[in-house]
Nanobody, 125 residues
């Protein structure tokens, strides 16, 4: 199952972007979904996760209060609203569907069998 991530771009510090993750061929409404990011020279890290029904959202400390994850199972999409962006948020962002209904900010890529191709987010100072 291939997910499609979109919405990245270049933005000034303090600005906002909204990323979207979707799949037109297979529903992942029963799966938790997470957004990861990977900056140059750094390991991939979890940013936020959302449970299968949107009832639980978890965030990395570095983005709490600035990012918001949401989902619309009727449209088979998951979004990541990113506000107050900082240069250190610059990275390639990936969405991934977890193997179960809850992820609880799991940072283990092996627990996410379905991945998107990544979208570049660049925040200028």
């Amino acid at each position: 199952v291939q997910l499609q991530a979109s919405g990245g771009g270049l933005v000034q510090a303090g600005g906002s972007l909204r990323l979207s993750c979707s799949n037109s061929r297979r529903t992942f409404s029963n799966n938790a979904v997470g957004w990861f990011r990977q900056a140059p020279g750094k390991e991939r890290e979890i940013v936020a996760t959302i449970s299968w029904n949107g009832g639980r959202m978890d965030y990395a400390d570095s983005v709490k209060g600035r990012f918001a994850i949401s989902r619309d199972n009727a449209r088979n999409t998951v979004a990541l609203q990113m506000n107050s962006l900082k240069p250190e948020d610059t990275a390639v962002y990936f969405c991934a569907a977890h193997r179960s209904s809850y992820s609880r900010l799991s940072n283990n890529p092996a627990q996410y069998p379905y991945w998107g191709q990544g979208t570049q987010v660049t925040v200028s100072s």
